[in-house]
């Protein structure tokens, strides 16, 4: 049997797995990073391990969506296109694959039609494979998403996200199945996403019955995780009942909330005659080898709390908010109310809330509900902004039941059916300007952006810009391993970092000493490539400190002007004022003249108004963000 | 006991002068104000005096400069460039003082400072000039001269101010309107700026290259010249690099310059060192703008291809000695570049960036280098005075050597802390129009690209900030 390589036409994807004999695995790297690390394993892993992972001849390499696009940028510093070129470049034949939240792509809250369409459009250049998800199962929100994929000729992964309970009938999921099937037509591969573990061996095995009877030729893929340490059980009971693809992880890093290891998987299925469609066990075992050193470098991301959880069939989390919600308790201060909340609290309000599926978003929504319901002591007393458009249907209709009138009352007040009935409904963005967008974006950084980093910029604006500008002063920073990157507690004075660059240039830092000098600032020496550098770094800022007059940035001086707060850009004095009080005064006008350095530079009004306080005086000497003058709107 | 000779000046033509001064066996005395305390042309003089706070006013106070040379002994006084070195009151109290002005005399200041009195000279003795008005009469009289003679030339039309210069009290004129609306402005300007509210005008060249020539006389009627220097790379009429000789191909042209510099300088019966300054027109026309009574900045270029130390000249010929060579002893040897390293950012129309400590100073070395600089490791620029740090010299044999070696120099180049011209200068020196010697004054304006550069620019020098960061926070800021 021949591996499917990337750049099939999904006809023949489709094909090929119709008449496969045996399974296929997909490796789900970005699930592992998410649920078991924060998202926070590096693009320098992932190198590491492609050579090995694109050997092991897997389905797909899920390594991208979800949140990781959001930490790629906010606290990994690496651009999401670069990774999957990077990658692309070292697994030419793997299928890369993402999670998409549907309406909600890669965040939180629903993005506007044209958005959707544009980020599948750029991503689609580098994702083989688009799993696709709503946490309503409310199909309308997934179509634009399923349709940009098509026309891309990328193959479509629509998810039936699962849960337990009595509602959870296989009839449900079924109708859901022929909702889906109607829209994308059935060369697509469907998914059974367990995101939480949930249900039992015999439950999975059913559910896969039942969709394979009713459509025999559409490829079933099951993916979970091990929160509870039985997916393995769930994954051999869905190949055996017809799944073709399952989800499974590199085991150096299997944690206890991703998937499962690749080979306990195969393994296990082994005794039952089934074997995977030509993988490379060989490869699957270097891969961890590979990777296995840096797995230390990543502790301080792995949970607070670390062990299996059969408790998540009653709290449903799903495996990827496992970590991110204990490292909240952490940071609170409320780990020891933890258990109250996952076990008593969480499985009252998932069922007060319509026992819909606890993924993203409607996880989060979940979780914060029950932790304010649980610390604040009154139950949806300080209800939370995504709460109140669950109630008012903003994501999508419930899918069983709403929650009871009291619910509602608390959460939209007491004229609650007025608020549902002028504000509820399908939260409807109007499409954005992308050529406005991407004007703010070029002001934001000083350069025409690229298609890839407006796309980003649309998904994230603050922090897209904060990392534009982060890459401007550090760097491609992704060429360090994570010995670098999350070193705690300083390097050794001595220490050697060896690398490469992102241009394949070879480089060495020999860190030397950092001495505080007695102005408090510390001076950290470097060798670099035999050349001595010295970083200045300012006194750590003493909080609390009287007349210490911190100056101002040059952007927040201009903020200011614009307020009509007119500041000092620089060190100077002042040769002139030019203008008078009560004088009206245009945007543009000279207000002052300053020198510094024998140059004269006029201070001009950045508001129009009238001149009502003038501070400055001829031959003041000014610091940056000195006060000059003030100028009031008419 | 060895003869003293006060330096009425700072910064690196301090240094630049007091060397001369030490190579003759005479002693330099140093003067200083108060922000200045650190520079390092206080601890190379032999004595130093301190004026006072200033800033500035001191360094400009003829009365404590004439005071500070009788009181340490000096017998004369060299001005540099800048602060008092064009001002004919200073020369003239010298003088009075029984001190010896290193420079022309007062009277020789006086006339070539005042632009109707030096350009009346010089048509007197058939200097070509490009064709301007004098003083143009106060009110619409005035106004009606002007506009005829901008009927007559064409515009644009330079307006400037008499009593300006250094590129201040100039403007363009467009047409007639602007002219009416301009001229009282400028009047006004003139009075406020330098007490004086003559304006005259003059003929715009378009885009001319800047060629000056380097003169020296001594007071027993030799007149000599050491050659062109090529100032056309400027940025609002302030020059940034300097080369010598001018590169233009036509020998004979050049020739003919220099005999016409040294025809100006006898014309206004000139004395010591000076410059003359032309500029050259596309067609090989050349107009003579104005005689520099002082040594210029890039005196070093000509110093590089001579080999002839001008301020030692200098000195010499105020003591009254002859010039010891001749015309013909004045060889061109190669080529010369000067750039003038300044704490300045080109990206920020070069705001200076006064105030900063320089916390990593290497400088550069090897053959054919020169450095003329007074800051060092450690040292906080001043932001009362001028952005200059080093003047970087090279010469080579040929041009291309001469580039080249340039380009090595401002790479070995490292100053941190203030961010300077190094970066741009780069650019310069990579730039094709450069390299092959085809520049005018409009040369800033019309390559905009030479700002396009980044401080920390290599990769690896991001990253290497990067893991500074990660050393001084203890752990990664970023990855929270």
């Known amino acids: 049997m021949t591996r499917i390589v990337q750049g099939t036409p999904v006809k023949e994807i489709v094909g090929q797995l119709r008449q496969a004999k045996g399974y296929y695995i997909t490796n789900t790297a970005r699930d592992l990073s998410q649920s078991d690390f924060k998202n926070r394993i590096l693009l320098h892993t992932d190198l590491l391990a492609a050579p090995s992972r694109e050997a092991a001849n897997y389905f797909s390499l899920e390594i991208t969506g979800g949140a990781s696009i959001h930490v790629d940028i906010l606290r990994k510093q690496v651009d999401p296109f670069l990774k999957l070129r990077k990658l692309r470049e070292k697994m030419p034949d793997t299928m890369f694959q993402t999670l998409c939240r549907g309406i909600n792509l890669f965040g939180y809250r629903p993005y506007p039609q044209n958005v959707i369409r544009a980020t599948v459009r750029e991503f689609a250049k580098y994702v083989d494979v688009w799993r696709t998800f709503d946490f309503l199962n409310y199909v309308p929100n997934m179509i634009a998403v399923f349709e940009e994929v098509e026309r891309a000729g990328k193959l479509n992964e629509p998810c039936l996200c699962f849960s337990t309970g009595p509602e959870h009938t296989n009839d449900f999921y079924l109708a859901k199945a022929a909702e889906i099937i109607a829209v994308t037509g059935e060369d697509i591969t469907l998914c059974i996403k367990n995101h939480g573990g949930l249900g039992t061996p015999v439950r999975i095995g059913q559910l896969v019955d039942a969709l394979k009877q009713k459509y025999p030729d559409v490829i079933v893929h099951y993916h979970g995780h091990n929160t509870d340490g039985n997916d393995v059980g769930r994954i051999v009971e869905a190949v055996r009942n017809g799944a073709t693809i399952v989800d499974a992880a590199d085991a150096a890093f299997t944690g206890f909330y991703g998937p499962p290891p690749i080979l306990t998987v195969v393994q296990t299925l082994r005794e039952f005659g089934i074997e995977p469609a030509c993988l490379n066990e060989d490869a699957v075992i270097e891969t961890s080898d590979v990777i296995r050193e840096e797995r230390q470098h990543y502790a301080q991301f792995e949970s607070q709390i670390k062990g299996f959880q059969p408790t998540v069939q009653i709290h449903k989390l799903p495996g990827g908010a496992m970590g991110s919600s204990l490292e909240q308790a952490s940071k609170g201060g409320f780990l020891d109310r933890v258990s109250a909340i996952l076990h008593k609290e969480l499985p009252r309000v998932q069922k007060e809330l319509g026992n819909y599926w606890s993924v993203t978003p409607g996880s989060q929504i979940l979780w914060t509900t029950a932790v304010s319901n649980v610390l604040d002591g009154e139950r949806y007393g300080n209800p939370s902004g995504d709460l109140r458009n669950l109630l008012l249907g903003k994501y999508g209709p419930f899918p069983f039941y709403q929650p009871e009138e009291w619910i509602y009352e608390k959460v939209l007040g007491e004229n609650w059916r007025e608020v549902l009935k002028e504000e509820g409904g399908l939260e409807k963005s109007a499409d954005i300007d992308l050529g406005h967008e991407r004007y703010a974006l070029a002001e934001a950084i000083g350069s025409e952006p690229t298609d890839e980093q407006l796309i980003l910029y649309l998904q994230h604006p603050n922090d897209a810009v904060d990392y534009f500008k982060f890459e401007e002063k550090y760097g491609q920073v992704y060429v360090l391993p994570p010995s670098v990157f999350f070193r705690q507690g300083g390097f050794a004075p001595g220490e050697k970092i060896a690398f490469r660059d992102c241009h394949g240039k070879e480089h060495m830092i020999e860190i030397g000493p950092s001495p505080i000098t007695d102005t408090g600032e510390t001076s950290v020496y470097e060798t670099v490539d035999h050349h001595q550098v010295i970083y200045t770094f300012k006194a750590k800022a003493v909080q609390g400190v009287a007349g210490s007059d911190a100056t101002l940035s040059k952007e927040e001086i201009l903020d200011l002007a614009q307020a009509g707060d007119v500041r000092s850009p620089f060190s100077g004095n002042i040769v002139e004022i030019t203008v008078e009080e009560g004088q009206e005064v245009m945007v543009g006008d000279r207000v002052a003249i300053m020198e510094a350095m024998k140059m004269q530079t006029p201070i001009l009004a950045e508001m129009a108004g009238i001149v009502t306080g003038i501070i400055a005086k001829k031959g003041d000497a000014l610091k940056p963000g000195s006060k000059i003058l003030k100028i009031d709107k008419n | ?480």
Request: a negative charge; charged letters at 25%; proline letters at 4%.
């Open chain 2, 1 to 480: 006991m060895k003869k003293k000779i006060l330096v009425a000046n700072r910064g690196e033509i301090a240094i630049r002068l007091i060397r001369a001064i030490q190579e003759l066996d005479y002693e330099a005395i140093a003067v200083y104000e108060t922000p200045d305390e650190m520079s390092r042309h206080i601890r190379i003089a032999d004595e130093a005096v301190l004026l006072g706070d200033g800033p500035r006013c001191d360094y400009l106070n003829i009365d404590k400069i004439i005071r500070a040379a009788i009181k340490s002994g000096a017998c004369a006084i060299h001005p540099g460039y800048g602060f008092l070195a064009e001002n004919p009151f200073f020369a003239k109290a010298c003088e009075a003082a029984g001190l010896i002005f290193i420079g022309p005399g007062s009277e020789i200041i006086y006339n070539l400072g005042n632009k109707v009195v030096a350009r009346q000279i010089m048509a007197d003795a058939g200097i070509p000039m490009v064709p301007g008005t004098e003083n143009l009469q106060q009110g619409q009289e005035g106004i009606n001269t002007a506009l005829a003679f901008g009927e007559k030339y064409g515009y644009p039309i330079m307006l400037k101010a008499t009593s300006g210069g250094g590129g201040r009290g100039i403007r363009r004129i467009e047409n007639d309107a602007e002219m009416v609306k301009q001229i009282p402005v400028a009047r006004a300007e003139a009075l406020a700026a330098f007490n004086d509210d003559s304006v005259y005008l003059e003929k715009v060249v378009i885009d001319p290259k800047h060629v000056e020539v380097q003169i020296l006389a001594d007071s027993f009627g030799k007149t000599l010249h050491l050659g062109t220097r090529d100032c056309s790379i400027q940025r609002r009429n302030q020059k940034l690099i300097e080369i010598a000789p001018s590169m233009i191909k036509n020998a004979k042209l050049l020739d003919e310059i220099c005999e016409t510099a040294v025809k100006a300088a006898k014309a206004a019966n000139y004395l010591n060192a000076g410059t003359v300054e032309f500029l050259i027109d596309r067609d090989g026309s050349y107009y003579f703008m104005e005689i520099n009574t002082r040594v210029q900045v890039e005196h070093t270029v000509t110093e590089m291809i001579t080999g002839i130390d001008i301020v030692r000249n200098q000195i010499n010929i105020a003591f009254c000695k002859p010039l010891s060579f001749s015309q013909k002893d004045v060889q061109v040897r190669g080529h010369a570049i000067e750039v003038r390293i300044n704490a300045e950012d080109p990206k920020n129309d070069f705001m200076p960036e006064g105030g900063k400590k320089v916390s990593v100073y290497r400088s550069t070395g090897g053959f054919g280098v020169r450095l003329d600089g007074f800051v060092y490791q450690g040292y906080i620029i001043p932001e009362v005075y001028d952005s200059l740090l080093v003047k970087l010299t090279v010469h080579g044999f040929t041009w291309e050597e001469t580039v080249g070696r340039l380009k090595r120099c401002l790479k070995n180049f490292a100053i941190r802390g203030p961010k300077t011209t190094i970066p741009f200068y780069e650019n310069i020196a990579n730039e094709k129009d450069f390299l092959s010697g085809n520049f005018d004054t409009s040369y800033i304006e019309t390559h905009p690209h030479i700002f396009h550069y980044d401080e920390d620019a290599s990769e690896v020098g991001k990253l290497a900030r990067f893991i500074a960061e990660l050393q001084y926070q203890r752990e990664n800021p970023f990855a929270k």
